[in-house]
């Protein structure tokens, strides 16, 4: 499966390859004689204008080297970015959590303030929910803007990965989107105390450092972000259903304000 990708964007296709975490599986990091590089697969092509245009914005992401059409979609050859994990920034540091919250919700800010590229989709059915509307606006969404997909050193945004999300539209959404994904996530819930603290001072500097648009959330973008939240899951909990009834829960709190 990873050769044709690594051939189509000029490398030899035995190339020393490891797959480098995502939920979708196709993301790799590249072994070259110059140092890592990554590799991904993506569809169509929304996800590199996505890129491209954070890039000219001043949003840290990975460089494109080469990309190319490939049978499943396109593959393309990323500058490997330095940095961690927020997980593991915070693991290491947790007394910075508010602080580094902050600047990562400012750096959010500063994506939203991008006009997003006629080649990046409006939201489609994946983002649709029944009764609910969605504002039109034409900046540049994540929306998938959380702890794995955003690298730090220190306190300083170092990239913000995995764009296939990525959305022309409103900023509410991406807001709620990483809202949700920050406060009210099953797995949080499996984490002990202390954890759970420190995700939620980082939720309150993250929320801090957007500004007043993330501080003040209305009823119908939680329960929108929640809903869209709840489908994403729903697939994976199938044999465990009731680790959602909190998610649904708190659906049902929102929809009735």
């Known amino acids: ?37 990554a590799l991904r697969l993506t569809y169509g092509r929304s996800e590199l204008a996505a890129m491209s245009a954070a890039g000219q914005a001043g949003i840290p992401v990975p460089e494109v080297l080469r990309s190319a059409a490939v049978p499943d979609g396109t593959a393309m050859l990323l ?18 959590a508010e602080r580094l919250g902050h600047v990562v919700g400012a750096t959010q800010r500063k994506l939203h303030e991008v006009t997003a590229p006629a080649d990046v ?8 929910v029944p009764g609910i509307a969605l504002p039109p606006g034409d900046a540049l ?13 220190g306190t300083a945004v170092t990239g913000v990965l995995d764009w296939e999300n990525a959305r022309r539209g409103a900023p509410i959404l991406d807001i709620a989107r990483t809202y949700t994904l920050l406060s009210i996530e099953p797995t949080l819930n499996t984490l002990p105390a ?6 939620a001072m980082f939720a309150r500097g993250w929320a801090d450092g957007y500004g007043p648009e993330a501080i003040d959330i209305p009823p119908w973008a939680k329960v929108w972000a929640a809903s869209v939240m709840l489908a994403d899951l729903s697939p994976r909990y199938q044999d465990n259903p009731h680790a959602l009834d909190g998610l649904r829960a708190w659906i049902t709190q929102w929809t009735e304000v």
């Open 1 to 37: 499966m990873i050769a044709p990708p690594l051939e189509a964007v000029g490398l030899d296709p035995a190339t020393p390859t490891v797959t480098a975490g995502g939920a979708t599986g196709r993301l790799w990091r590249v072994e070259t004689a110059d140092g890592p590089l």
């Open 79 to 96: 500058s490997w970015v330095p940095g961690v994990t927020l997980i593991d920034a915070l693991l290491r540091d947790p007394s910075g």
């Open 121 to 128: 989709a409006r939201p489609d059915r994946w983002m649709t």
């Open 141 to 153: 969404l994540h929306l998938d803007y959380h702890w794995l997909n955003v690298l730090v050193d």
């Open 194 to 199: 202390e954890r759970r603290t420190i995700a």
